[in-house]
């Protein structure tokens, strides 16, 4: 699973496998916190993340939705997803 991005101390990935289950997703990785969001809504769908840096999360994945949303594409397609930039 390849990192599309990283700051804070937070790391982003996403699958690149076809048929990676639905909805659209990403998943935030932080010390020993992990979580999965939704790249529609921007909520979080599972795991546990802290309250900081689940915010830091969302305003980063609200500034590069669509990004994020072609590298979904991309990776239900097989393809390795691009790196976005991070929150700075």
Do not use: C
Not at 15 to 21: K, L, Q, S, T
Not at 36 to 42: A, N, P, R, V
Not at 58 to 71: C, G
């Amino acid at each position: 699973m390849p990192s599309i991005a990283m700051f804070y101390g937070i790391i982003i990935r996403m699958y690149f496998a076809p048929g990676e289950h639905n909805p659209p997703h990403f998943h935030a990785y932080y010390n020993e916190y992990k979580a999965s969001f939704s790249i529609d809504t921007l909520e979080l769908m599972e795991g546990d993340f802290p309250r900081k840096q689940m915010r830091l999360v969302q305003a980063w994945a609200e500034l590069h939705q669509e990004e994020i949303k072609a590298d979904w594409a991309l990776a239900m397609n097989g393809e390795t997803p691009y790196k976005i930039a991070p929150l700075v």
